[in-house]
């Protein structure tokens, strides 16, 4: 089952062993190659420092919390060496502009949708530019569709921006 990431985003990270509140989740930390989630971003309050939650720490959440084995879970920047470049890289999915092939622009990226088990991006929410949302007031890009990931912009397939109208049911009319 797929999960929403805005859905997590500011939810409190919680330590099974003291059911202590460790902090909360503020973001993502996304590989820009293959859109995987590689760790959380988590404000610990009385810290300034961010600090990171790895996806496989994770025990279990849910629409109120994120639940953890303890507060050792939580790594601080230099002690993740293995992630250090993905994380100075800071590829952030939200607000990207997506385009396709041919250049049309589709619009920006507001949310996305993650496969928990293994925790790649599975689709992206693209809302589009204002004067399209009469036409489409929100687009599911599939990761399939996807394909290249640039600095400020997503390249995806020519065929997801075909919008077809169609014309509203008429009912027929009794006699």
């Known amino acids: 089952m797929q999960k929403l990431s805005s859905e997590l985003v500011g939810r409190p990270i919680v330590s099974v062993q ?20 590689v760790a959380c ?8 420092n961010v600090h990171y939650l790895l996806p496989n720490d994770i025990r279990f959440f849910n629409a109120q919390k994120i639940l953890v084995d303890s507060h050792q879970n939580l790594s ?15 590829y952030m999915l939200i607000g990207k502009k997506v385009e396709t092939t041919a250049g049309k622009k589709l619009g920006k990226v507001t949310s996305f949708l993650f496969d928990p088990a293994h925790y790649y991006v599975t689709k992206l929410g693209v809302t589009p530019p204002l004067f399209k949302k009469f036409l489409v007031t929100h687009l599911l890009i599939d990761r399939a569709d ?8 997503i390249i995806v397939k020519e065929n997801v921006a075909k919008i077809k109208k169609s014309a509203p049911a008429v009912l027929p009319q009794r006699s």
């Open 18 to 37: 003291s059911s202590q509140h460790l902090g909360t989740l503020t973001g993502f930390v996304l590989s820009n190659e293959d859109l995987k989630i």
């Open 41 to 48: 971003t988590v404000a610990i309050p009385g810290t300034k």
């Open 76 to 90: 601080e920047f230099a002690d993740l060496v293995r992630y250090q470049h993905t994380i100075t890289d800071n």
């Open 146 to 153: 996807i394909i290249e990931t640039k600095k400020n912009t």
